[in-house]
């Protein structure tokens, strides 16, 4: 009997309001990155998440960048989140939990996920709030990037800072730390489906 090839772990989103338009295409697995979001900073952080998190991750997006970057930012979570949980499939075979604790420099973030088709962030990474900008990313916009990904993606996510002092390093942190986590939980590790409920 002919084994049936594994599904293809894919999703792709698009977006649209009166506020942005945004397309994003996301796969488990290696290959180039395109990432255009009109936000330089955010771009080099979601190519954090597609590098060290081994998807190949395509987003475009255009959105009201001279009113604030929250409804590009925000929009492009939901949208990634969509993606990702289309690509997980019905979950048999991963890994579902992941962890990772990573450093850059004095900055230590710490990430742990659990696809469990239930939404929960908790993120206690002590940013300053208010309007407190790395090359016009609004630092403010991190927790509320995550809280849209774990929403539409249905996982749950505890985000914590160990310690840090430049805003830089911290959230680049935080994003290498997530997509660590992120690569370990989807991992393959056979066929059965990672709950005892027989859904995730």
């Known amino acids: 009997m002919a084994r049936r ?4 772990r894919a999703g792709r989103v698009a977006r649209r309001t009166r506020e942005t338009d945004v397309a994003v295409e ?21 190519d954090q998440v597609a590098r060290h998190g081994r998807l190949v991750l395509r987003v475009r997006a255009t959105g009201d960048l001279q009113v604030d970057a929250h409804h590009t930012v925000e929009d492009v979570g939901i949208a990634l989140g969509e993606a990702l949980r289309e690509a997980l499939g019905d979950k048999a075979g991963l890994a579902r939990y992941g962890h990772a604790l990573v450093p850059l420099d004095e900055a230590l973030a710490e990430a742990v996920v659990d696809l469990s088709g239930r939404p929960h962030l908790t993120f206690e990474a002590g940013l300053p709030s208010g309007k407190r900008f790395i090359g016009g990313f609004d630092v403010d916009l991190t927790q509320d990037f995550f809280q849209a990904l774990v929403n539409h993606a249905r996982l749950c996510l505890h985000v914590r800072v160990r310690s840090g002092r430049n805003l830089h390093h911290v959230v680049e942190a935080i994003f ?11 991992v393959r590790e056979g066929t059965a489906l990672p709950s005892t409920k027989g859904v995730l």
């Open 176 to 186: 290498k730390a997530v997509a660590r986590a992120l690569r370990a939980a989807t």
């Open 26 to 46: 996301l796969a488990l697995g290696e290959g180039a990155s395109s990432i255009a979001t009109g936000l330089p900073f955010f771009d080099h952080m979601l």
């Open 5 to 8: 090839a594994p599904r293809a």
